[in-house]
């Protein structure tokens, strides 16, 4: 099987020049194919900002309203995803936008009402992501850059966690090729301690990760990326890292002295 | 040869939902394949007004600075894009958005500054098509959505005028199938009168053309979309037809009694 890397960015690297710069001169480097993940929110909650568009959030997850979805459509798949894919053209790496709605190459459902209305935010099934699309590209040298937008299929497009997305993606390709998945942001990886970068944890079982949550060492935005991962690793993903952005060499080599490897 | 429509479709289609509805609809119903085109110049202009963004226009073209430049891959590549194919989607016509950075399909050259800095403005050459890029997709059935944002494979993005894009890929294209070439906008065609929707020219001849434009008859926007009209005649482009969005059906059949067809 050949092999293909997943790498999901985080928004603390997009909103820093200097740092995303490196980080898409170490992605122009490699040899192997990937698809890279991105969202985008504090760009979005900036346009929203200036707008007047009031965000609300709830437990950490943004109420998606019209105005907050044109918003969001407008910063991911415009701006953000546009940007990327120029950025990486111009390193020599053959890159292609897209949206879920792009090839409907992934279809999410708007998240149930019942007990919270999340407004435009879109989840994913087992049957989301179309990988002969993913496959279609990759074949043909193309690099995928995927934002956080997707659509119903019904001509809504929806918001969903770019998290997510990667998770999905990786998932589905795995039944062709041998998946690896990275989430890079700007922390070393997991940390016992968030408050310090040293306490990284290497080697992260999900046995101790559960035992973590528990006593609330591991928490927050830490909590959905990490179900995210492990959930991969169950469905046939070959392996999930996590790291800080610049490290993103080092976690695709699977360094032990880089971010935090995940196990089931 | 296999048969191609390019279709443009004009700002005041775009920002009629009721119009625009109808309009897709018909795309949907093409058996076909076809590029749509667009831009969305009024939206891009709303946007900049909401953000204080102040615009200006030399001779009624767009100085396009850097926050202008945001506004409009905002707008045109991310919003407008992603919407027509979400809709196309929902339709059952297997769309792709594309701007020129996504596979390098549209490489421009930013304009000459010598004799006005109209900022980052892109114009194309005869070899900014990548003509392999298209033909890759349509071939694999899919049916690209074309914003009126480049690049200069430098990592810039670059505003790039609409009309000209769909004259360029038309040109290109015109190699490989019979290609067609529609301008669809709000009017019925091109007028004697502007004010008079009945002045319908039905044909319209290049040598015709230069004199009406001496005369004054075809003034303002009219000017560019024609040169651009007659460029794509000579450079092997089939046919062009320009008329009212709503007669797209029309258009594409050769229809005499609807839009305006020109000849060389």
Known sequence: MKRIQIIKIGGEILDDVLRLDAFLKELACFSSPFVLVHGGGRKATGLASKLGVPQKMVDGRRITDGETLDIATMVYAGLINKQLVARLQALGTDAIGLSGADMNCIQASIRD???????FVGDLGSDSVKSSRFQMLLEAGLIPVVCAITHDKNGQLLNTNAD????????????????????????????????????????????????????GSIHSGMIPKLDNAFKALQEGVKAVRIGEAGAIRHLVQNNKHYGTELSV
């Not at 009402?113 to 407004?119: S, T, V």
């Open 164 to 215: 997510t997305i990667a998770c999905a993606i990786a998932i589905a390709l795995s039944l062709f090729y041998e998946v690896q998945l990275n989430y890079c942001f700007g922390k070393n990886g997991v940390l016992g301690n968030p408050a310090d970068e040293q306490s990284l944890i290497p080697h992260l079982s999900q046995t101790e990760y559960l035992r973590l949550k528990c006593t």
């Open 113 to 119: 009402k019942a007990l919270m209305d999340y407004g």
